[in-house]
């Protein structure tokens, strides 16, 4: 009697994993399109630039357990240049290792690579404007469920004129549920 209850208990919990699983649903959200302009500055070669404010927005009711968005990235200009984009949580403001660029009339920071940054994904532009970006990652997930992140980049190959980005078509995949 006390073996059977063994595995009735094993098959309950089994069933109830499995149910739980299966609560799991995924819901997509059209994202707004964003612009940013971004030049090759002085001291700021392998740094992290963040704007000043964060992305902030009305969280879901529920949170998310991953974050996938996708779009495309234009250039107002043909580029040869990978961009790498990172998320944040903590107010780059507030972070030693950020350098205020508001001397320089651009509100944004540039950041030495740390603990805080997590890279979320990479564009690749090959002498052209236009380019398909995915980001995700675990601080773009929190960051979601907290209605509020920075968002930023890395360049290598920049032109030295100011360059003007639009992130375009944007959809966010949300995983939600158990």
Do not use: H
């Not at 302009?37 to 992305?55: D, E, F, R």
């Not at 009305?58 to 234009?74: A, D, H, M, W, Y």
């Not at 968002?151 to 100011?162: D, R, V, Y």
């Amino acid at each position: 009697m006390r073996e059977g209850f063994r595995i009735g208990l094993k098959s309950l919990v089994l069933s109830l994993g499995f149910l739980l699983a299966a609560c799991s649903f995924t819901v997509t959200v059209t994202l707004p399109d964003q612009t940013f302009s971004a030049q090759a500055l002085p001291n700021t070669q392998g740094k992290i630039l963040y704007p000043k404010n964060p992305a902030t927005f009305n969280p879901p009711p529920v949170s998310p357990k991953s974050v996938l968005i996708q779009g495309t990235l234009e250039a107002d200009q043909p580029l040869n240049t990978t961009l790498t984009f990172y998320v944040r949580l903590k107010d780059p403001k507030t972070d030693p290792g950020c350098m205020d660029l508001s001397i320089s009339n651009i509100p944004a920071y540039a950041c030495s690579i740390g603990p805080d940054d997590e890279e979320s994904g990479e564009a690749f532009f090959n002498n052209s404007s236009s380019v398909p970006l995915t980001l995700t990652g675990r601080n773009l997930t929190q960051g979601i469920a907290q209605g509020q992140f920075w968002l930023g980049l890395e360049m290598q190959g920049l032109p030295q004129g100011l360059v003007n980005f639009a992130l375009k078509n944007l959809k966010a995949t949300v995983t939600v549920g158990f």
